[in-house]
Nanobody
Framework: QLQLVESGGGLVQAGGSLNISCAAS???????TAWFRQALGKEREFVACTTRSGSSTYYADSVKGRFTISRDNTKNMMNLQMTSLKPEDTAVYYC?????????????????WGQGTQVTVSS
């Protein structure tokens, strides 16, 4: 059983940067991992994902060029570096993982989730 814990959320002004992390309780390397977010009153949406080795990444169009996903399997951690933040990036950010993922942007593909960390971008 894998447990995920996010950290690093907070309040930042538009145009600023923030780095959030996801720490795994077990061995991280067999898992395909991703970040999702959910704004108040909206559905959970895909943000970014990375393969088990971290060598390949994929981003939602809304964050491409601004966000960078990375992982460190030696530390069982995943990060999301967010730059040029916009008010519309305000959401609870969740890390997700699963051993087999066929459609990475689909939240139903993931069985392991963190509790989320709030990111608020003020205008």
């Amino acid at each position: 059983q894998l447990q995920l814990v996010e950290s690093g959320g907070g309040l930042v002004q538009a145009g600023g940067s923030l780095n959030i992390s996801c720490a795994a309780s077990g061995i991280f390397s067999p898992f395909f991992t991703a970040w999702f977010r959910q704004a108040l009153g909206k559905e959970r949406e895909f943000v970014a994902c990375t393969t088990r080795s971290g060598s390949s990444t994929y981003y939602a169009d809304s964050v491409k060029g601004r966000f960078t996903i990375s992982r460190d399997n030696t530390k069982n951690m995943m990060n999301l570096q967010m730059t040029s933040l916009k008010p519309e990036d305000t959401a609870v950010y969740y890390c997700a993982a699963d051993l087999k993922v066929h459609a990475a942007p689909r939240s139903t593909e993931y069985n392991y989730w963190g509790q989320g960390t709030q990111v608020t971008v003020s205008s």
